[in-house]
């Protein structure tokens, strides 16, 4: 079972990443998901392995992970960041949703 869409009361807006151009990183059209959002710091493991600071941490929907591929940009409250990493979670009851981490 997936968490219930009426229980993610914040938005953030967020630009996919696509790849790398001729002329830099290349995103997709900005998007606004509903999430909850957690601005606290923590300590995370990027993509390589690397130790590196995330200072925002989103619950989302996992149909809406798609859009959250490392290195999309993420507008929060008027502030940017860049997506860390992904991760999808199971607690009991068979209750899963998808958190993103951004620096």
């Given amino acids: 079972m997936k968490i ?10 967020v630009a996919t990443y696509l790849g790398d151009g001729a002329y830099g990183p290349t995103y997709g059209a900005p998007t606004t998901i509903r ?16 130790q590196v600071l995330s200072e925002l941490t989103l619950s989302i929907h996992p149909n809406d992970s798609d859009f959250f ?9 008027d502030r940017d960041s860049q997506v860390v990493s992904v991760t999808v979670n ?6 899963y949703y998808t958190e993103v981490k951004c620096s």
């Fill in 4 to 13: 219930r869409r009426s229980l993610l009361n914040d938005k953030v807006t």
């Fill in 35 to 50: 999430c909850a959002a957690d601005p606290s710091r923590r300590l995370v493991l990027n993509g390589m392995g690397e």
């Fill in 69 to 77: 591929t490392p290195e999309s940009k993420v507008t929060y409250i």
């Fill in 90 to 95: 199971r607690f009991r009851g068979g209750w």
